[in-house]
T-cell receptor
Framework: NAGVMQNPRHLVRRRGQEARLRCSPM?????VYWYRQLPEEGLKFMVYLQKENIIDESGMPKERFSAEFPKEGPSILRIQQVVRGDSAAYFCASSKLVAGLVDQPQHFGDGTRLSIL | ELKVEQNPLFLSMQEGKNYTIYCNYSTTSDRLYWYRQDPGKSLESLFVLLSNGAVKQEGRLMASLDTKARLSTLHITAAVHDLSATYFC????????????FGTGTLLAVQP
């Protein structure tokens, strides 16, 4: 009965490197959301994906950030050429959106704490 | 643009006391959620509120929703130290996306 699994829990990168964050949704969930939490702030929506489709990426920075949710395997949030301002906690959430089941909350993973040196 | 505001941002209270956290949002929404976050941890779902007048209770916490006033409250009764955490309300943006717009969070510190 595993929940949302994210890895790694902590990731350290130097400026200019690439960061890859992984998220496996809860069993039976086909909708994945990525949020970013800066220190002392609330979570900010980044992107919403279904299998092989990006549904809403209105919260993604225009450059360096990309996300995918392939048919097989976890969802990946990729940050290229990282900068100090990318340091944050990145949370993945999943849900099971079925017509009529509107009372299902999004379930969150433990997050990946990204630190940029 | 949907905006969600919580107050207070920080709340220090003594064990045994009652208090209320407020969550205001700027446009209509069908669903509102309350989450709890412990330091360095993930978010734990507390309540899902779906309709005007909805009230849900779990232990010492009770949440309510007034969609006409665009206001939700999280009431704490007879606080205990274990309730110390950051509490977030989140409003469903609706439409095809179902993304959540989070409030700023309320850091609750319950003193023994």
């Amino acid at each position: 009965n595993a929940g949302v699994m994210q890895n790694p829990r902590h990731l350290v990168r130097r400026r200019g490197q690439e960061a890859r964050l992984r998220c496996s949704p809860m069993k039976g969930h086909s909708h994945v959301y990525w949020y970013r939490q800066l220190p002392e702030e609330g979570l900010k929506f980044m992107v919403y994906l279904q299998k092989e489709n990006i549904i809403d990426e209105s919260g993604m920075p225009k450059e360096r950030f990309s996300a995918e949710f392939p048919k097989e395997g976890p969802s990946i949030l990729r940050i290229q050429q990282v900068v100090r301002g990318d340091s944050a906690a990145y949370f993945c959430a999943s849900s099971k959106l079925v017509a009529g089941l509107v009372d299902q909350p999004q379930h969150f993973g433990d997050g990946t704490r990204l630190s940029i040196l | 643009e949907l905006k969600v505001e919580q107050n207070p941002l920080f709340l220090s209270m003594q064990e045994g006391k009652n208090y209320t956290i407020y969550c205001n949002y700027s446009t209509t929404s069908d669903r509102l959620y309350w989450y709890r976050q412990d330091p360095g941890k993930s978010l734990e779902s507390l309540f899902v509120l779906l309709s005007n007048g909805a009230v849900k209770q779990e232990g010492r916490l009770m949440a309510s929703l007034d969609t006409k006033a665009r206001l939700s409250t999280l009431h704490i009764t007879a606080a205990v130290h274990d309730l110390s955490a950051t509490y977030f309300c989140a409003v469903d943006y609706g439409g095809a996306t179902n993304k959540l717009i989070f409030g700023t969070g309320t850091l609750l510190a319950v003193q023994p």
